[in-house]
């Protein structure tokens, strides 16, 4: 080697090298290293013209520097948990220095080890499999539910519900004894499901699926399909406890969504007829509750929910024919949503008669889609799917209700149209809703629960806010139109039958324990609404209007901008609203954002 050519050390020493591990130095010839194990340090010498000008790092280097870094890390956790490590201490001093505290001794063996545990993006244990409450007794063998009403309600799951709700289904001749045993908490759901709700275990048993949500699904993290399952059940006909802004029922439901991504639903190659129909009734309640609640919605349409809907349209089981029509409308509705949370205030009246084309002609395609096949499924999943399309028709007139969005022409007849056909269809939910048999409503869905509480938050909206408009304006027709609007309306009577209709489900239970129940509740604000209802009116245009223009033909303007008409008794389910409560203490818009808010 000529003497002219300056020489530089090694990156790394001979020792160093070898065991791949990196070398600090400590000194002139001697590392960090070296000088803790006491080995001889040797350096290589290597011409500096073959290290001029590196551009960059080389793949070895790199790998050093990762094997460094995971070495470290290892280090830390191993202290963490109260490990003892090898002792490795010298007469150095501790070094500040994270990369240089690992294992001394590490061969290539160890590394590769450690290479093939970063392969694996999790960490820490992996969650059980067993459950927490594993063999302990069920309510049946503790005596509160009899042998007889345990088989009785499985097989009205399987009769009633399921036509409701395709996305939980039973093997043929499924009996209660088998299922408790094999499958414990979707026993559990749907004992919840069924049971009346003036029951006296209904308590109990919510209480207890709760014990197993908590102590299976949050405590231990266990991930199965059972529990898949029985929470789409019990979020499917939630109704107890009714809780303010809906806490538990939004998490049951998110917790649906995370457990089938966790069992990696959205991505099987081959899922089970089970894995596809709680994939798809996830999607449906995620879209319908969260959607409902004004909450994100965390799962989307994808390619995998559509090769879903297809698989299963084409199994033996004829309930399986009937998840298409719901997921087809569920997923309209997401896009609808969409839609109408990207619109701007700016975009007036064009944009607002642009949209609600475009949404109108979706719509017709879907529409035709699902009442293909309607007339050949059972009644109760027809009226299912009916008030699911009522609900939808509402919908598309919803930017009718939206003051920011018309205030350069709030008097548009393109409003006018929309916020009368916003009555018409509501009026059209309801209507279905109260002619459904009782049978029907005692199971109804919370879903179907959301439907309604638009539909009672609509109207009123809709007739005050035309009202406001009519009134507005001083001609000849302002009278007539005004009573128009309230006739078409038939709000009081409207609301009251349906809450009639809705409490038939709670016979035998005290008031107290039915305002626990959302529906029952929900029934509650109804009628307060609909005692406030004439109150409101009369702000707007003197006095109350009667429900009947052939019963009242003396109509006088007295002011441009309020109209007086002839008092009429309003329907007899007001009685002295004065005597009851002072209407000036009742907040309307509170009122009103329990529907138009829907669980709010």
Partial sequence: MSATISTVKRRACVACTAAKAKCTPQAVNMCQRCARLGKSCTYLDLPQTKRKRKAAPSRVEMLEKKVDQLTSQLTALTRQHGQTLPDTSTSNPPTNDLNSSHDPELDSTDISELLDAAKDPSHGLDPPTSSVLEGQPSIVDRGLLSEAEAERLVATFQLDLVPKFPFVLLAHGETAVRLRNREPFLFLCIVAATIASAHTLRKTVAEEIMDHVTSRIVTRSERNLELLRGLLIHCAWYSYPAERYHPRLLLLAQLCVSISYDLGLHRKRSPSLDEQRALLGTYWLSVGICGTLGRPINMKHDFRTHVCVESIAATEHLSDRWIAPFIQLQSFLATMDEVYASIEASGGRALIQVTRGSLQRQFDSVRASVEKDLSSYPSS????????????????????????????????????????????????????????????????????????????????????????????????????????????????????????????????????????????????????????????????????????????????????????????????????????????????????????????
């Fill in 381 to 600: 999943t027809e009226n299912a799917i009916y008030t699911e399309i009522k609900y939808v028709e509402m919908r598309l007139e919803e930017l009718s209700l939206r003051e920011e969005l018309w205030i350069a022409e709030p008097e548009s007849a393109v409003r006018t149209t929309m916020l009368m056909g916003a009555i018409q269809r509501s009026k059209e939910l309801i209507h279905t809703v109260t002619n459904l048999p009782p049978s029907e409503i005692a199971h109804m869905t919370i879903t179907t629960s959301a439907r309604i509480c638009a539909a009672v938050g609509y109207i009123p909206t809709a007739v005050l806010t035309l009202l406001n408009l009519i009134t507005g304006r001083s001609d000849s027709t302002t009278e007539a139109q005004v009573q128009a609007v309230v006739d078409a309306a038939e709000y009081p009577n409207l609301v009251t039958e349906l809450a009639n209709a809705l409490e038939t489900k709670f016979e035998g239970m005290s008031a107290a324990d039915k305002e626990t129940d959302i529906v029952g509740s929900l029934c509650s604000k109804m009628r307060l609404l609909a005692r406030c209802y004439p109150y409101q009116i009369r702000t707007i245009v003197g006095s109350a209007p009667s429900q009947d223009t052939r019963q009242d033909t003396s109509i006088t303007a007295v002011h441009p901008n309020e109209v007086t008409i002839t008092p009429q008794a309003w329907p007899s389910i007001y009685g002295d609203l004065g005597d009851v409560f002072p209407v000036e203490d009742i907040q309307w818009d509170s009122i009103l954002s329990s529907f138009t808010g829907f669980f709010s």
